[in-house]
């Protein structure tokens, strides 16, 4: 099993930055390791399903980005340190939701990162607050 533990979030005011982390731990499938899994982050807003914002495969030499985020937010990892980041500025009061940090071992093109389902594990998430 693979915890994953965001931290990061907070309330910011719109034009501001924030950092997400989420840290992996624990023992993956037999033969892998943290660096084989793609890492995605996910958001849900009240009253709305949640959604795909960005994705980082093992390498980080392939990521995609939701449209709404674009320019605006950039993810990378550490392998050795097991985190991926999500760095997000000039953020806006839409962008308010909670972030989930999520692992998949099958998303491993960009064509497949932003299906929900391919992803096998999922932290607990963490609240961004975008004031207007």
């Known amino acids: 099993q693979v915890q994953l533990v965001e931290s990061g979030g907070g309330l910011v005011q719109a034009g501001g930055s924030l950092r997400l982390s989420c840290a992996a731990s624990g023992r993956p499938v037999s033969g892998r390791t943290f660096s084989n899994y793609v890492m995605g982050w996910f958001r849900q807003a009240p009253g709305k399903e949640r959604e795909f914002v960005v994705a980082?495969?093992?390498?980080?030499?392939?990521?995609r980005y939701a449209d709404s985020v674009k320019g605006r937010f950039t993810i990378s990892r550490d392998n050795a340190k097991n985190t991926v980041y999500l760095q997000m500025n000039s953020l806006k009061p839409e962008d308010t939701a909670a972030y989930y940090c999520a692992a998949s071992t099958t998303a491993q093109t960009a064509q497949y990162m932003p299906i929900m389902s391919l992803y096998q594990y999922w932290g607990q998430g963490t609240q961004v607050t975008v004031s207007s």
């Open positions: 980082i495969n093992w390498s980080g030499g392939s990521t």
